[in-house]
């Protein structure tokens, strides 16, 4: 402006005169204000440290750390040479707004304990706000905390931590026994070399400790990569054949997120047992929050050898031989292979001489035509309700669970809470939350049934302890049921306890009418047919009915649906006990079990279900759609 009034002098007098007054005016003007302001914040230091000596309120002034002082409204009206020089880098940030460096903080609210985090000038700091009243309006002091070095090292901390995966060649033995010693030699340097190849790429260290297993040591930030992309391991170790063209297919856990490596290996194995308890050929992730679960789209691969059956079955009889008496319990609605299963360990414990009840609700289960034939042949008094059941534990009774190894999906949990000595026969793929305190735990996803486990546990009993032709129906009744007629799910193990109950004497007719139903369910389970909608590659269908036997009719319209051309998997949907269940199926191309995880149930891979409480049948189609929606985009299939 000065230079701006020298000039004038050139053109006009006059015109400097009146430039030259502008110019005394604003020089004025500017150093009221200047000393205003200067008074206006001097006033509220005092007001603020009017206890504190001078050498403080001057300390305030020299504070170590960035200050700012704000109005309400965010504008910047001071602050200290510390914010200068380490926040604003000297830029003027008077008459700013606080918000240019702490974005989106209203300064009028209270401070979070923690602050708040922000970025200026790629550097981190965390700001704290504190009210105080200045001599006209209310006042805030904003101190600044620079953390940029700490969240440098934080975040390296974070991404280099080890985590421990644990990888295991699940069918190694059935690959074995078909193969040549050369051909096996091949197929297992193939393995290792995609093994190594994986891990070395992603930035890990793997040791091989055994012929079908390796050790790896990876860092988060490597870990998270393989995550998201869902372990492709899985599906290039799946490309390997042998000369059977039987796959080859690896399991794998890991620990990760432990506070040491110590829990790291141990959440590692337990990994590595849940991803084979659930059929293997997939990857599970064991943190302190839970499970997650990559992979499983094949089918188990059926384990041959029976030395694991012959051991539980030596062990078994000892535990039976050691109780005061025996509690035989399923799941709720207990179907045929629950009860079948129950039946054929009822008769060899009490041709043991032990005492033995099958616990199960006679008004809730799926078995009652099977159930009133065997007690008009001497099975009176052996069923009771799981109360009364309850009436007989001793510190020495033993509790047989069979079907289901879920505490929630127990006939009776206040029962299972009673017996401290528990023993699990199961036959599902393994879910979190399982039975953790059994002390057998004989758990087999590559088996069919849990009537074909306590088939061949039997045969390892001995001969004095044979099961007659009614519980040979019963148990292959069982397997029938779960392999629809022989169809899915069968292993050469499955037809080998079929013929062992044939041998008994089971009359395949026999088992054949206890499947028979009434003329009202048929043409219940046509309607349901005819009126499902394919959505890709699925058959869904809804009922409303609230017949007695619906979730049979459910579950034989969904096997129904299978042999339609194109149906690679089918769903029902029914409305039950104040809630909504599912029944899904297939054929093995897709994997329902995966499906129904994400609504919270589970099963088998070709044989699931779920149940959702306070829905309609409407909201459990859409969200069906959405799970499905959610396991093709997961499996990258079409």
């Not at 004038?8 to 430039?19: E, K, N, P, T």
């Not at 992309?229 to 170790?237: D, T, V």
């Not at 031989?321 to 060899?348: E, R, T």
Request: aromatic share 8%.
């Amino acid at each position: 402006m000065a230079i701006m009034t020298l000039l004038s002098l050139y053109y006009s007098l006059q015109l400097f005169y009146i430039a030259a007054g502008i110019t005394v005016v604003g020089i004025i003007v500017s150093l009221l204000l200047m000393r205003r302001i200067k008074k206006y914040i001097n006033s509220f230091l005092v007001h603020m440290g009017q206890s504190l000596t001078t050498v403080q309120q001057d300390a305030l002034i020299d504070f170590p750390i960035p200050v700012f002082v704000v109005d309400r409204d965010g504008e910047i009206l001071w602050y200290n040479q510390k914010a200068s020089g380490s926040v604003l880098e000297g830029e003027n940030f008077y008459s700013k707004n606080i918000n240019t460096i702490l974005a989106g903080v209203n300064v009028t609210r209270r401070c979070p304990d923690a602050g708040y985090e922000t970025e200026y000038k790629n550097r981190q700091f965390v700001a704290y706000v504190s009210a105080a009243a200045g001599e006209h309006d209310q006042l805030y002091i904003v101190y600044f905390f620079e953390n940029t070095e700490l969240k440098k090292y934080a975040r390296e901390y974070f991404e280099t931590r080890p985590s421990i995966m644990l990888m295991l060649v699940d069918n190694y033995e059935e690959l074995s026994q078909s193969l040549k010693d050369n051909e096996r030699s091949r197929v297992m340097g193939q393995i290792e070399y995609l093994v190594n190849k994986f891990v070395t790429e992603s930035g890990g260290l793997v040791v091989k400790t055994e012929r079908d297993r390796f050790v790896v040591i990876i860092e988060e930030k490597n870990l998270r990569g393989i995550i998201s992309s869902r372990f492709p391991i899985l599906e290039q170790i799946r490309t390997i054949e042998g000369d059977g063209k039987m796959a080859a297919t690896l399991s794998i856990g890991v620990g990760r997120d432990a506070d040491t490596l110590g829990e790291s290996e141990q959440f590692a194995r337990q990994a590595l047992d849940m991803a084979l308890g659930r059929g293997g050929d997939q990857a599970v992730v064991r943190s302190a929050s839970g499970y997650e679960f990559f992979g499983g789209v094949s089918k188990g691969v059926e384990k041959r050898t029976k030395v694991k059956t012959r051991i539980v079955a030596t062990a078994l009889a000892e535990l039976i031989g050691g109780s005061d008496n025996v509690i035989i319990m399923g799941h709720h609605l207990a179907d045929l292979d629950c009860f079948g299963a129950s039946i054929g360990v009822l008769k060899a414990v009490r041709e043991m001489g032990k005492e033995a009840v099958i616990a199960i609700r006679r008004e809730k289960n799926l078995v009652m035509p099977l159930l009133e034939r065997l007690e008009e042949n001497g099975y009176s008094g052996l069923f009771v309700e799981p109360e009364a059941a309850m009436q007989m534990v001793t510190k020495k009774s033993l509790l047989i669970i069979l079907d289901t190894h879920i505490k929630q999906f127990l006939e009776s949990e206040q029962l299972y809470d009673m017996v401290k000595s528990v023993v699990v026969i199961d036959h599902h793929r393994k879910m979190v939350g399982h039975i953790d305190n059994a002390v057998i735990f004989y758990h087999e996803p590559y088996a069919s049934s849990a009537s074909e486990m306590v088939t061949e546990l039997i045969q390892y009993f001995g001969d004095k302890y044979r099961i007659e032709r009614m519980e040979a129906e019963a148990l292959l009744a069982g397997i029938m049921l779960d392999t629809k007629n022989f169809v899915i799910k069968t292993g050469v193990r499955t037809f080998e306890a079929a013929a062992y109950l044939r041998k008994i004497g089971a009359d395949t007719v026999e088992v054949k009418r206890l499947f028979a139903t009434p003329m009202t369910s048929y043409q219940l389970k046509t309607r349901l047919v005819a009126n499902a909608k394919v959505y890709k590659g699925c058959a869904i269908a809804s009922s409303s009915d609230h017949m007695g036997d619906i979730q049979i009719i459910a579950a034989q319209a969904a096997d129904e649906l299978l042999n339609i051309s194109g149906v690679k998997a089918s769903f029902l949907i029914f409305e039950m006990d104040g809630g909504v269940s599912y029944s899904a199926r297939s054929m093995g191309v897709l994997n329902v079990q995966l499906i129904m995880e994400k609504l919270g149930g589970g099963g088998h891979h070709t044989m699931a279900g779920a149940q959702i409480k306070g829905i309609t049948l409407e909201e459990a189609h859409a969200r069906l759609m959405g799970a499905i929606d959610e396991y093709f985009a997961e499996n990258n299939r079409q």
